[in-house]
């Protein structure tokens, strides 16, 4: 499974409205739904509430990783976002995030939801194409930066 078979280029928004974690979530939680990618968008947005009151997925380097596991959605489904301006979200390192990649997996696909997260962890921890990343302006250039960056990266 590689990230691309979860991500489209009207899956990615760049730059995001958004200019706070809960506007963020939301406005991606709606780019899915907009692309009738959501059997249930309130559903989908609850789980994804639910589980960043558990604890902060600003995971550090900039990125922030919400996620959840839904009856929202009938196969695992990504969406990414670039901030106009970094925003706090409570990330683990303190710094604000810029890349925000939301994860939605059916509720039952425990192995494959940590797989992505896996996959997307990498991709974060490469500076090359975090750097990449930031310096992104539009959903192609971040789709062929993840596109790029799986095909030299070990399956």
């Avoid at 979860?6 to 809960?22: G, Y």
């Avoid at 995971?59 to 990504?78: E, M, N, S």
Wanted: hydrophobic share 40%.
């Amino acid at each position: 499974m590689q990230l691309t078979d979860m991500l489209t280029i009207t899956s990615i928004k760049v730059p995001l409205d958004a200019t706070n974690k809960d506007d963020a979530i939301k406005e991606m939680v709606d780019l899915l739904a907009s692309q009738k990618m959501l059997r249930d968008r309130n559903d989908a947005l609850d789980a994804v509430t639910r589980r960043e009151a558990v604890r902060s997925t600003g995971v550090g380097h900039g990125f922030a990783i919400p996620h959840a596991k839904t009856k929202a959605v009938d196969k695992l489904r990504l969406a990414i976002g670039k901030t106009k301006t970094p925003m706090d979200f409570d990330s683990i390192d303190a710094l604000p995030v810029t890349i925000i990649v939301l994860l939605l997996s059916p509720a039952d696909q425990t192995g494959p939801h940590i797989q992505a997260i896996a996959r997307i962890s990498r991709l974060m921890t490469d500076q090359q194409a975090r750097d990449a990343l930031w310096k992104s302006q539009s959903p192609q250039e971040i789709l062929e930066l993840i596109t790029a960056h799986q095909n030299k990266a070990p399956r």
